[in-house]
């Protein structure tokens, strides 16, 4: 087994399915081992091999040698008055990442990091500010999911990629995640209820729409004024808010699906009547959910609540004029849920 790669410091948690498919097939074992792996490995949590009893025992052994087992360390968690925890977890390598559980009744949503830190420095975004560490593996991104639903005790229903990082900076790695996230050898979620949220990668937008799963995408928008959105989401100052638009047309068109735009209202920067003109106008005509998205306020970021009265004039603006909009409702708010608050905090007091 020597020409495997056991570089990564997450061991088999670095592979996606076929990752690991390729490996057992260089090894001469028939398909179905990789799914047994799998469903141990996520559906039932294993931390070693020696628990998989129907893998024989020779390879067992190979696979330890060469592809360890790693589970996250809980770090640190909090917890709100409304049931809604925050997670903080260390990799093998030492790298801290942040995850979400948000119960509703009985469904379970987890909001998961894809990267360790960010590059795209968006302005009200804790994670932008210690900028970026590295990709996350497959692995590591379902570990997240997995774990948080253990800590709740039931399964997860939904899972969004809406933590830490830019997930179509980190495409490949992310897809396999979502892949075992939703295969019954993995969490079993349904593709629908797995959403991806970027800033706009373009590129990212038209690999997804070729992609035969029916994922949901979520795009954060924030501003549909180019010097504004410019000024928020300065990793995006090289995509114009035309071509964003062509994109997700071209995007609805290719699936049926109907992309979520999320807009942070921010006060005296994206909450003005110019700004609801052209946030109107970039959205009629395209498929879309608009998500408002009252801010939190992020140390270290110069950003402020917009008031609820605005966030009513913008809500009511969309709906008259046809356009699906809501406003998220807001969880955890007594403790570090903005991404990336949570890392802050632990890393102030260390």
């Not at 790669?5 to 090894?27: F, I, N, T, Y």
């Not at 071209?250 to 992309?259: I, K, L, Q």
């Not at 992020?298 to 909009?325: C, H, M, W, Y």
Request: hydrophobic share 40%; aromatic share 6%.
């Amino acid at each position: 087994m020597s020409d495997l790669d056991a570089s990564h410091p997450s061991g088999v948690k670095s592979l996606d399915a076929e990752g690991l498919a390729d490996v057992l097939g260089r090894l001469g074992e028939p398909r179905y081992r990789t799914d047994q792996v799998l469903r141990w490995l996520y559906a039932r949590g294993a931390g070693s091999y020696e628990e998989m009893t129907d893998v024989s025992a020779g390879l067992r052994e190979n696979l330890a040698g060469q592809l360890p087992i790693t589970v996250p360390e809980l770090v640190t968690k909090q917890e709100s008055r409304d049931g809604t925890c925050k997670y903080l977890w260390r990799l093998t390598d030492g790298v801290t990442v942040e995850s979400v559980g948000l119960p509703a009744g009985e469904r379970l949503t987890v909001c998961f990091s894809t990267q360790a830190g960010c590059a795209m420095g968006c302005a009200f975004c804790a994670t932008g500010l210690s900028g970026f560490v590295r990709d996350l593996t497959p692995g590591e991104i379902v570990d997240q999911v997995r774990l948080v639903a253990e800590d709740f005790g039931t399964r997860a229903s939904n899972a969004v990629a809406m933590g830490q990082g830019e997930p179509f900076a980190n495409y490949d790695n992310v897809l396999g995640a979502m892949r075992l996230l939703n295969s019954s050898n993995g969490l079993g979620i349904g593709a629908r209820h797995i959403t991806l949220s970027t800033c706009g990668l373009l590129a990212g937008i038209r690999r997804l729409m070729d992609e035969p799963e029916q994922f949901t995408l979520a795009v954060s928008l924030h501003s549909a004024v180019q010097a504004t959105r410019n000024r928020l989401m300065p990793g995006m100052r090289g995509v114009p808010l035309a071509e964003l638009r062509f994109t997700l047309q071209e995007y609805a068109s290719a699936t049926g699906r109907r992309p979520s735009l999320e807009y942070a209202l921010i006060a005296k920067v994206n909450d003005a009547e110019e700004e609801l003109e052209s946030l109107l106008q970039f959205c009629r005509g395209l498929l879309c959910h608009v998500n408002l998205i009252p801010v939190n306020p992020v140390q270290g970021a110069q950003t402020a609540r917009a008031p609820e009265s605005k966030i009513e004039v913008f809500l009511s603006a969309l709906r008259d004029s046809g356009i699906e909009a809501s406003v998220r409702a807001e969880r955890g708010a007594d403790i570090d849920a903005a991404c990336g608050q949570l890392k802050q905090q632990h890393s102030a007091t260390e």
